[in-house]
Every structure is written in structure tokens, then in C-alpha cells.
């Protein structure tokens, strides 16, 4: 018999029980067509039920990952408005992540932004609708060592991080060099938050 929970009893200040996972995203859009064309070529995913206005799109052991949902009357993107910032993806290697680039470019699917941030190397695209999207790997072995890194004086100086060119990388990794010595950030000094809509 399971046991329940205390239901009554008050949480510690500032405490609420954390969800086990992060388990999908649903975008509002214009475009259904277009957006699920995107996603499952993105993501290398597939449509597990599309129907009416939705769609659900899986890549992984989760029923599905995004979620589309169309209404005709909706507004184009404003980007300088509160919201979402972006939606981030993860690879196990850095090779993973630049054969995932190399493959969405031959698909047309162009980055926008490539950057060490440190903790990731990250290249970002946008989606039809304009959402930005980010995918990295990460940096280091474990997540502590991710967080003494955000927590030492080059990232309180440089928390955007440094640009780097994925061409470079992949040429790089062919010539031998080895993935931790290519995520080791390029320290470059203070840097403010780039103008991303205008890349």
C-alpha cells in the first residue's frame, strides 16, 4: 500500500516540492503545417498524433516533447516583449552537437548564434514562427563543476559568454584536438547581451 503524503503540513519557507521533469512545451501558432515540418526535421523527431489544430511531436521515450496548437488569429511574434526567451536541447558530445548543425544546415536550418557560454557550448536557431531555440552540450563532467565555474570571477565578469564559429570546430576536432580542450572557453572580458534580433 502506498503511503500518501502529509498533506496538511506546511511546506518550508521558500519550498515547494520540484516537478521530476520538464516534460513539454506547447507553442501557439498561425502555421501548423510549416511549424511541424520544422520541429520534425530540428528535432529528428516524428509526429505522434496530428489532428484538427494540434500536433505532437516526440524525439525521445516521451509521448511527445512540443506540442503545436493552431489558431488563425494569432499575431506574429513581438520580440521585444516579456516571455519566453528560448527553448533549450541537449547533446551528449560536442560532436553530437555539430553533426546535429551540419546535418540542420543541409536541411536549410541556419544558426543564428554559436557561443561558448561556459557552463555550454550552444548554437541557437529560431523556428518559422520566430521562437528562439538552443541547443548545446555541456562543458564540464558534472554539474558542480558548472556551478564553481558560474560561480568564479571570469563568469561574474563574462556570463554571456564567447562567440565561436561551428565551421571551425568541426575542422578542429578533424585535426585531432580533443572535445574538453575546444569546450574550454576563450576568455574575452567583459561583455553585454548581444542584440540577438538583429543577428
Request: one cysteine or more; proline letters at 9%; hydrophobic letters at 40%.
Amino acid at each position: 500500500m502506498t503511503t500518501l503524503p502529509d498533506f496538511d503540513a506546511p511546506p518550508q519557507p521558500g519550498k515547494t516540492l520540484p516537478p521530476s521533469a520538464l516534460a513539454h512545451v506547447v507553442l501557439r501558432t498561425s502555421n501548423l503545417a510549416r511549424m511541424q515540418s520544422f520541429y520534425t526535421t530540428f528535432l529528428g523527431g516524428h509526429v505522434v498524433f496530428a489532428g484538427g489544430p494540434l500536433s505532437f511531436i516526440a524525439y525521445d521515450d516521451e509521448h511527445h516533447r512540443i506540442a503545436l496548437l493552431e489558431i488563425p488569429d494569432t499575431a506574429a511574434k513581438i520580440h521585444k516583449s516579456c516571455g519566453l526567451e528560448h527553448i533549450a536541447f541537449a547533446f551528449p558530445s560536442l560532436a553530437d552537437l555539430l553533426l546535429a548543425y551540419r546535418q540542420r544546415k543541409h536541411h536549410g536550418i541556419e544558426p543564428v548564434w554559436s557561443v561558448n557560454h561556459g557552463p555550454t557550448t550552444s548554437i541557437y536557431y529560431r523556428d518559422p514562427d520566430g521562437n528562439m531555440l538552443e541547443t548545446q552540450t555541456d562543458n564540464f563532467a558534472s554539474a558542480d563543476e558548472a556551478t564553481a565555474f558560474m560561480m568564479s570571477p571570469p563568469f561574474a565578469e563574462n556570463p554571456i559568454g564567447t562567440d565561436f564559429d561551428p565551421e571551425t570546430l568541426i575542422a578542429a576536432l578533424r585535426a585531432g584536438k580533443t572535445e574538453d580542450e575546444l569546450k574550454k572557453r576563450t576568455e574575452i572580458g567583459p561583455r553585454g547581451v548581444p542584440d540577438i534580433d538583429a543577428m
